[in-house]
Structure formats: C-alpha cells, structure tokens
C-alpha cells in the first residue's frame, strides 16, 4: 500500500502545497498513520495520511475485504498563530486510527471524539465530519477499489455536539451558516443554539 500513500500524498501537494511540518505515530496493532501540515497564509490545514491504507469496512462482518471499501483520509483547516494548534497531530492520527482500531466507517455527517481537547485550551473536543470535493478532490483508483476521499473536519464544542446529536449535522451547519460561524477561529466559543 506503500504505492496507494504515494498518490494520497501526491494528491495533497498538488492541492495544498509542500508540507512544512509531519508526525507519524503508530498505534498497536495498526498501520503507521501519518500527520502532514500546510501552512498557507493565515491557515494551517492538518491532513491524516495512512488512514486510506485499508477500505473501512463493517464491523460486524467476520472477514473485512482488502481491496473495496469506503477509503478517507481527514482535513482539518485553523487560523494560524493564533493559538498553538500543532499538539492537534496526535488527535488525528488518532481519529485517523479509528477505522482499524475500532471499525468505524467514517463518513459525512459523523461526529468523532477524541475526549479530550483538540490542543491545549482548545474548547473543542470533537469533530464534524463535512462533505468532500471542495478542498482537496477526490483520488480515483484502479477498479474495484473505491476513491479516496478527503474529508473535511469542523471542530465542534460539546454544547454543539450534543445539539447535533439530537438535531442533525445538516441543522447544525446551518445553524452555523445563520450566525456568520468562523469555523477556522481556533478559540470560537459555541454557536447560539437557542
């Protein structure tokens, strides 16, 4: 798979630019996963690199398929210097992680909690998953396996989460549309939910 990373990283230059920074960890019992950083202008972008290794696959299937299956990698997009963001890379190599370590399929709409905060005073503890193709478009790969798709990431405070949780992820993004919501304001305090 060392072939399939090549291209997810040449995918990422190509539309974020040359890394300035990388982590990698690894985790028991799973593939080395990857955090690769892009400074550009006012923003750092936090992008996994590993995670679309191996399809995700059901849980509750007793023998997981190698080759098809949903493939991610995660995007997460901060201001920069405006807080210290960077202990963020350990986070999401763990969300990055979670498909192996805990079999979950991760998709748009889907929340994902580290429990703890993102990086340091960070009022943030988990994550939205958006939709892809905006940023970072999609990687096709030779039949019959899936694309490799690059899923942004919304920090989310716990009042959000918990409001998504009962309300949706589509009412959510709207709510946070409505009110003019700085998703990249590393220190934003949590949308009117009223």
């Not at 998953?129 to 899936?146: C, K, R, Y």
């Amino acid at each position: 798979m060392a072939e399939l990373l090549a291209l997810v990283e040449a995918r990422l230059r190509t539309a974020l630019g040359e890394p300035d920074a990388r982590a990698a960890v690894t985790f028991l019992g799973t593939d080395r996963i990857e955090v690769l950083r892009f400074l550009d202008g006012d923003v750092v972008r936090y992008a996994t690199l590993g995670m679309s290794a191996q399809p995700m696959g059901d849980p509750t299937v007793v023998v997981s398929d190698p080759v098809r299956g949903p493939r991610a990698e995660l995007v997460l997009t901060v201001r920069a210097g405006v807080v210290p963001t960077d202990p963020v890379l350990r986070p999401l190599a763990v969300l990055g992680a979670s498909p192996q370590v805990e079999g979950l399929v991760v998709s748009p709409g889907a929340s994902l909690d580290v429990g703890e905060p993102l990086w340091p005073g960070a009022p943030f503890s988990s994550v939205l998953v958006a939709e892809p193709g905006g940023l970072v478009e999609d990687l096709e790969l030779d039949a019959p396996m899936d694309p490799v798709r690059f899923l942004p990431l919304l920090p989310m405070t716990g009042n959000e989460a918990a409001w998504k949780r009962v309300h949706g992820a589509a009412a959510l993004q709207e709510r946070w549309l409505a009110r003019g919501t700085d998703l990249r304001d590393p220190r934003r305090t949590s949308v009117s939910l009223d």
